[in-house]
Protein backbone atom coordinates (compact mmCIF):
# COMPACT_ATOMS: atom_id res chain seq x y z
CA UNK A 1 0.00 0.00 0.00
CA UNK A 2 1.06 3.67 -0.77
CA UNK A 3 1.32 5.99 2.11
CA UNK A 4 1.36 8.98 0.01
CA UNK A 5 -1.76 11.26 1.11
CA UNK A 6 -4.35 12.41 -1.14
CA UNK A 7 -3.74 15.99 -2.22
CA UNK A 8 -6.20 18.91 -0.74
CA UNK A 9 -7.89 18.88 -4.60
CA UNK A 10 -7.95 15.59 -4.31
CA UNK A 11 -10.18 15.76 -0.84
CA UNK A 12 -12.15 18.31 -2.57
CA UNK A 13 -13.50 16.60 -5.35
CA UNK A 14 -14.25 13.47 -3.15
CA UNK A 15 -15.76 15.73 -0.86
CA UNK A 16 -18.43 17.20 -3.38
CA UNK A 17 -18.70 13.82 -5.18
CA UNK A 18 -20.15 12.60 -2.09
CA UNK A 19 -22.35 15.64 -1.33
CA UNK A 20 -23.78 15.68 -4.61
CA UNK A 21 -23.95 11.37 -4.31
CA UNK A 22 -25.91 11.44 -0.74
CA UNK A 23 -28.32 14.55 -1.76
CA UNK A 24 -29.26 12.71 -5.12
CA UNK A 25 -29.95 9.36 -3.48
CA UNK A 26 -32.10 11.05 -0.46
CA UNK A 27 -34.58 12.63 -3.64
CA UNK A 28 -34.64 10.22 -5.50
CA UNK A 29 -38.60 9.28 -3.84
CA UNK A 30 -39.79 12.49 -4.81
CA UNK A 31 -38.28 12.85 -8.79
CA UNK A 32 -40.65 9.99 -9.20
CA UNK A 33 -43.16 11.76 -8.28
CA UNK A 34 -41.91 14.69 -10.50
CA UNK A 35 -41.76 11.78 -13.26
CA UNK A 36 -45.37 10.66 -12.68
CA UNK A 37 -46.35 14.64 -12.63
CA UNK A 38 -44.78 15.49 -16.17
CA UNK A 39 -46.20 12.33 -17.59
CA UNK A 40 -49.88 13.96 -16.33
CA UNK A 41 -49.74 16.96 -17.28
CA UNK A 42 -48.28 16.35 -20.84
CA UNK A 43 -50.91 13.53 -21.11
CA UNK A 44 -48.46 10.28 -21.54
CA UNK A 45 -50.22 7.42 -19.89
CA UNK A 46 -48.92 3.72 -19.48
CA UNK A 47 -51.83 1.66 -21.46
CA UNK A 48 -49.93 -1.67 -21.21
CA UNK A 49 -52.58 -2.66 -19.18
CA UNK A 50 -55.64 -2.26 -21.70
CA UNK A 51 -56.98 -4.97 -23.76
CA UNK A 52 -57.66 -4.47 -26.91
CA UNK A 53 -60.47 -2.09 -27.61
CA UNK A 54 -60.72 -0.73 -24.69
CA UNK A 55 -60.74 2.68 -23.99
CA UNK A 56 -57.64 4.88 -23.90
CA UNK A 57 -59.40 8.09 -23.46
CA UNK A 58 -57.47 10.52 -20.92
CA UNK A 59 -59.09 13.81 -19.27
CA UNK A 60 -56.62 16.69 -18.96
CA UNK A 61 -57.86 17.66 -15.46
CA UNK A 62 -54.35 17.82 -14.21
CA UNK A 63 -52.93 20.06 -16.94
CA UNK A 64 -56.08 22.24 -16.78
CA UNK A 65 -55.49 22.65 -12.88
CA UNK A 66 -52.27 23.92 -13.06
CA UNK A 67 -52.70 26.20 -15.89
CA UNK A 68 -55.83 27.75 -14.01
CA UNK A 69 -53.92 28.22 -10.94
CA UNK A 70 -50.88 29.70 -12.48
CA UNK A 71 -53.03 32.42 -13.80
CA UNK A 72 -54.52 32.99 -11.18
CA UNK A 73 -51.64 33.51 -8.81
CA UNK A 74 -49.94 36.13 -11.85
CA UNK A 75 -53.59 38.01 -12.24
CA UNK A 76 -52.99 38.51 -8.30
CA UNK A 77 -49.15 39.36 -8.50
CA UNK A 78 -48.92 41.69 -11.69
CA UNK A 79 -52.38 42.96 -12.95
CA UNK A 80 -53.36 45.33 -10.00
CA UNK A 81 -50.21 47.95 -10.90
CA UNK A 82 -47.53 48.68 -8.76
CA UNK A 83 -47.02 45.13 -7.09
CA UNK A 84 -43.99 45.71 -4.70
CA UNK A 85 -42.59 49.22 -3.43
CA UNK A 86 -39.08 50.24 -2.23
CA UNK A 87 -38.99 52.15 1.69
CA UNK A 88 -36.89 53.68 3.45
CA UNK A 89 -35.20 52.42 6.22
CA UNK A 90 -36.84 54.16 9.49
CA UNK A 91 -34.13 56.84 11.21
CA UNK A 92 -32.58 57.44 8.14
CA UNK A 93 -32.15 61.25 6.89
CA UNK A 94 -32.20 62.64 3.91
CA UNK A 95 -28.42 63.66 4.06
CA UNK A 96 -27.59 59.81 4.33
CA UNK A 97 -29.29 58.72 1.27
CA UNK A 98 -27.38 57.99 -2.22
CA UNK A 99 -30.20 57.01 -3.76
CA UNK A 100 -33.72 57.91 -3.24
CA UNK A 101 -36.29 55.02 -2.48
CA UNK A 102 -38.61 55.76 -5.95
CA UNK A 103 -34.98 55.60 -8.03
CA UNK A 104 -34.57 52.10 -6.48
CA UNK A 105 -37.79 50.89 -7.04
CA UNK A 106 -37.81 52.09 -11.20
CA UNK A 107 -34.11 50.74 -11.28
CA UNK A 108 -35.23 47.26 -9.86
CA UNK A 109 -38.60 47.44 -12.31
CA UNK A 110 -36.77 48.15 -15.12
CA UNK A 111 -34.09 44.96 -14.21
CA UNK A 112 -37.34 42.88 -13.32
CA UNK A 113 -38.77 43.49 -16.89
CA UNK A 114 -35.62 42.93 -18.60
CA UNK A 115 -36.17 39.23 -17.47
CA UNK A 116 -39.32 39.33 -18.20
CA UNK A 117 -40.34 38.45 -14.91
CA UNK A 118 -43.98 37.89 -15.30
CA UNK A 119 -43.49 35.05 -17.64
CA UNK A 120 -40.22 34.08 -15.29
CA UNK A 121 -42.79 33.57 -12.02
CA UNK A 122 -45.61 31.71 -14.18
CA UNK A 123 -43.28 29.33 -15.17
CA UNK A 124 -41.79 28.91 -11.34
CA UNK A 125 -45.14 28.71 -10.47
CA UNK A 126 -46.11 25.63 -12.48
CA UNK A 127 -42.82 23.86 -11.52
CA UNK A 128 -43.67 24.52 -8.02
CA UNK A 129 -47.00 22.83 -8.62
CA UNK A 130 -45.47 19.80 -10.46
CA UNK A 131 -42.39 19.10 -8.78
CA UNK A 132 -43.10 21.03 -4.98
CA UNK A 133 -40.69 23.51 -5.35
CA UNK A 134 -39.92 26.74 -7.25
CA UNK A 135 -36.29 27.36 -6.99
CA UNK A 136 -34.77 30.49 -8.85
CA UNK A 137 -31.24 31.97 -8.99
CA UNK A 138 -30.61 35.22 -8.91
CA UNK A 139 -27.21 36.75 -10.51
CA UNK A 140 -26.36 39.21 -13.45
CA UNK A 141 -24.36 39.34 -16.51
CA UNK A 142 -21.93 41.99 -18.07
CA UNK A 143 -23.61 43.03 -21.81
CA UNK A 144 -22.53 45.76 -24.56
CA UNK A 145 -25.41 48.45 -24.60
CA UNK A 146 -24.96 50.15 -27.80
CA UNK A 147 -25.73 53.94 -28.49
CA UNK A 148 -25.77 55.95 -31.47
CA UNK A 149 -25.06 59.60 -31.35
CA UNK A 150 -25.20 62.17 -34.17
CA UNK A 151 -21.24 63.41 -34.96
CA UNK A 152 -21.04 66.53 -37.22
CA UNK A 153 -18.22 65.37 -40.00
CA UNK A 154 -14.93 66.50 -39.70
CA UNK A 155 -13.91 69.68 -41.94
CA UNK A 156 -16.80 71.76 -41.64
CA UNK A 157 -17.16 75.19 -40.39
CA UNK A 158 -18.97 75.09 -37.18
CA UNK A 159 -20.92 72.09 -34.56
CA UNK A 160 -23.24 74.62 -34.28
CA UNK A 161 -24.12 75.18 -37.89
CA UNK A 162 -27.53 73.69 -38.16
CA UNK A 163 -27.16 73.10 -41.80
CA UNK A 164 -24.32 71.30 -41.32
CA UNK A 165 -24.08 67.10 -42.26
CA UNK A 166 -24.42 64.93 -39.45
CA UNK A 167 -23.55 61.18 -39.09
CA UNK A 168 -24.08 58.32 -36.22
CA UNK A 169 -21.69 56.79 -34.87
CA UNK A 170 -21.65 53.74 -32.74
CA UNK A 171 -20.30 52.87 -29.06
CA UNK A 172 -20.54 50.73 -26.45
CA UNK A 173 -19.94 50.33 -22.97
CA UNK A 174 -20.10 46.82 -20.75
CA UNK A 175 -23.01 47.49 -18.26
CA UNK A 176 -24.11 45.47 -15.71
CA UNK A 177 -27.66 43.07 -15.71
CA UNK A 178 -29.80 41.41 -13.51
CA UNK A 179 -30.18 37.75 -14.92
CA UNK A 180 -32.70 35.37 -13.35
CA UNK A 181 -32.71 31.49 -13.76
CA UNK A 182 -34.65 29.16 -13.59
CA UNK A 183 -33.77 26.14 -11.76
CA UNK A 184 -34.68 22.49 -12.17
CA UNK A 185 -35.61 20.35 -9.06
CA UNK A 186 -33.70 17.94 -10.91
CA UNK A 187 -30.91 19.89 -11.34
CA UNK A 188 -30.84 21.11 -7.17
CA UNK A 189 -29.36 19.00 -4.85
CA UNK A 190 -29.24 20.37 -0.94
CA UNK A 191 -28.23 19.07 2.00
CA UNK A 192 -30.50 16.26 3.04
CA UNK A 193 -30.25 16.96 6.65
CA UNK A 194 -30.93 20.39 6.83
CA UNK A 195 -28.38 21.94 8.53
CA UNK A 196 -27.91 23.67 5.38
CA UNK A 197 -23.65 22.67 5.07
CA UNK A 198 -24.25 22.44 1.03
CA UNK A 199 -26.53 23.33 -1.73
CA UNK A 200 -25.35 21.74 -5.89
CA UNK A 201 -26.62 22.77 -8.78
CA UNK A 202 -26.24 20.30 -11.79
CA UNK A 203 -25.30 22.84 -14.93
CA UNK A 204 -25.57 21.24 -18.60
CA UNK A 205 -23.59 23.44 -21.31
CA UNK A 206 -22.18 23.07 -24.84
CA UNK A 207 -18.19 22.81 -24.31
CA UNK A 208 -17.51 25.84 -26.60
CA UNK A 209 -19.59 27.37 -24.16
CA UNK A 210 -17.61 26.05 -21.42
CA UNK A 211 -14.10 26.87 -22.92
CA UNK A 212 -15.59 30.61 -23.53
CA UNK A 213 -16.53 31.05 -19.40
CA UNK A 214 -13.18 29.63 -18.33
CA UNK A 215 -11.30 32.44 -21.21
CA UNK A 216 -13.29 35.23 -20.18
CA UNK A 217 -13.23 34.85 -15.95
CA UNK A 218 -9.60 33.19 -15.51
CA UNK A 219 -9.95 33.91 -12.00
CA UNK A 220 -13.26 31.61 -11.74
CA UNK A 221 -12.02 28.08 -13.86
CA UNK A 222 -8.94 26.55 -14.37
CA UNK A 223 -8.28 27.13 -18.36
CA UNK A 224 -6.16 24.45 -18.31
CA UNK A 225 -8.30 21.74 -16.79
CA UNK A 226 -10.87 22.77 -18.91
CA UNK A 227 -9.37 22.41 -22.10
CA UNK A 228 -7.45 18.97 -20.98
CA UNK A 229 -11.46 17.59 -21.06
CA UNK A 230 -11.86 18.18 -25.25
CA UNK A 231 -11.57 14.43 -25.23
CA UNK A 232 -13.71 13.19 -22.29
CA UNK A 233 -17.56 12.92 -21.90
CA UNK A 234 -19.31 13.62 -18.65
CA UNK A 235 -23.12 13.69 -20.04
CA UNK A 236 -25.73 12.33 -18.10
CA UNK A 237 -27.58 10.76 -20.22
CA UNK A 238 -30.39 9.72 -17.23
CA UNK A 239 -30.67 13.59 -16.72
CA UNK A 240 -31.33 14.54 -20.39
CA UNK A 241 -34.00 11.94 -20.56
CA UNK A 242 -35.57 13.34 -17.56
CA UNK A 243 -35.26 16.84 -18.84
CA UNK A 244 -37.09 15.65 -22.55
CA UNK A 245 -39.36 14.66 -20.44
CA UNK A 246 -40.78 17.51 -18.76
CA UNK A 247 -40.29 19.16 -21.92
CA UNK A 248 -42.27 16.69 -24.17
CA UNK A 249 -39.59 15.78 -26.79
CA UNK A 250 -37.77 13.25 -27.47
CA UNK A 251 -34.33 12.66 -26.43
CA UNK A 252 -30.93 13.24 -28.32
CA UNK A 253 -28.73 11.41 -26.37
CA UNK A 254 -26.83 9.12 -28.69
CA UNK A 255 -27.84 11.06 -31.93
CA UNK A 256 -26.37 14.67 -31.51
CA UNK A 257 -22.90 15.76 -32.41
CA UNK A 258 -23.37 18.56 -29.80
CA UNK A 259 -20.34 17.72 -27.13
CA UNK A 260 -22.38 18.28 -23.50
CA UNK A 261 -21.07 18.39 -20.34
CA UNK A 262 -22.16 18.14 -16.76
CA UNK A 263 -20.76 20.10 -14.23
CA UNK A 264 -21.78 20.15 -10.36
CA UNK A 265 -21.37 23.31 -8.49
CA UNK A 266 -21.29 23.73 -5.16
CA UNK A 267 -22.13 26.87 -2.57
CA UNK A 268 -21.37 26.14 0.73
CA UNK A 269 -18.99 24.24 3.33
CA UNK A 270 -16.35 21.78 2.32
CA UNK A 271 -15.38 19.02 4.66
CA UNK A 272 -12.38 16.64 4.83
CA UNK A 273 -14.28 13.30 3.45
CA UNK A 274 -11.83 11.02 5.34
CA UNK A 275 -11.42 13.10 8.94
CA UNK A 276 -14.46 15.34 8.72
CA UNK A 277 -12.45 18.39 9.60
CA UNK A 278 -13.47 21.51 8.03
CA UNK A 279 -11.53 22.53 4.71
CA UNK A 280 -13.72 25.08 3.01
CA UNK A 281 -15.91 27.60 4.58
CA UNK A 282 -18.79 29.40 2.97
CA UNK A 283 -17.18 28.76 -0.54
CA UNK A 284 -17.99 28.12 -4.44
CA UNK A 285 -16.64 25.27 -6.17
CA UNK A 286 -17.11 23.63 -9.37
CA UNK A 287 -16.01 19.85 -10.50
CA UNK A 288 -16.95 17.42 -13.80
CA UNK A 289 -17.78 13.63 -12.30
CA UNK A 290 -15.24 12.10 -14.34
CA UNK A 291 -12.64 13.52 -12.09
CA UNK A 292 -12.03 17.44 -13.17
CA UNK A 293 -11.65 20.37 -10.26
CA UNK A 294 -12.54 23.20 -12.82
CA UNK A 295 -13.03 25.66 -10.27
CA UNK A 296 -11.01 25.41 -6.93
CA UNK A 297 -12.44 26.06 -4.13
CA UNK A 298 -13.10 30.40 -3.55
CA UNK A 299 -14.69 32.82 -1.39
CA UNK A 300 -18.32 33.31 -1.84
CA UNK A 301 -18.12 35.88 -3.95
CA UNK A 302 -21.41 37.57 -3.37
CA UNK A 303 -21.49 41.07 -1.49
CA UNK A 304 -23.89 39.38 1.19
CA UNK A 305 -21.70 36.26 1.20
CA UNK A 306 -25.14 33.79 1.17
CA UNK A 307 -26.93 31.39 -1.48
CA UNK A 308 -27.44 32.75 -4.82
CA UNK A 309 -30.53 30.26 -4.84
CA UNK A 310 -34.43 31.41 -3.68
CA UNK A 311 -36.37 28.33 -3.16
CA UNK A 312 -39.78 28.56 -1.98
Same mark, same amino acid.
Given at each position: ?????????????? =?????????????????????????????????????????? &???????? =??????????????????????????????????????????????????????????????????????????????????????????????????? =??????????????LKLHQIR?????????????????????DYHELVK? =?????????? &????????????????????????????????????????? &????????????????????????????????????????????????
Amino acid at each position: MSDKKPSEENKVWR =AIKGYYEEAKTAKEERMLQNRDNWDCYHLVQDWSHKQKGQSK &EFLPKQAQ =AVEQITSFLQLGLMDIGAWFRVEREPGVKDAEVVFKPIEIQNLLSRQLDKNDFVNFIADLVKRGQLESLMIAKVGGVIKQKVRYQAVVKKGLLSSLNPF =AKKSLEKESKEVWQLKLHQIRAEDWFPDPTGSGLYEIEAIEMDYHELVKL =AKDNPNEFDL &ETVESMMNNSNQDTMQEQKKSRETHQNSTVGTSVRKRVRII &ELWGTICDPDTGELLHENVVSRITLDGHTITKPKKNPLWYEGSPYVVS
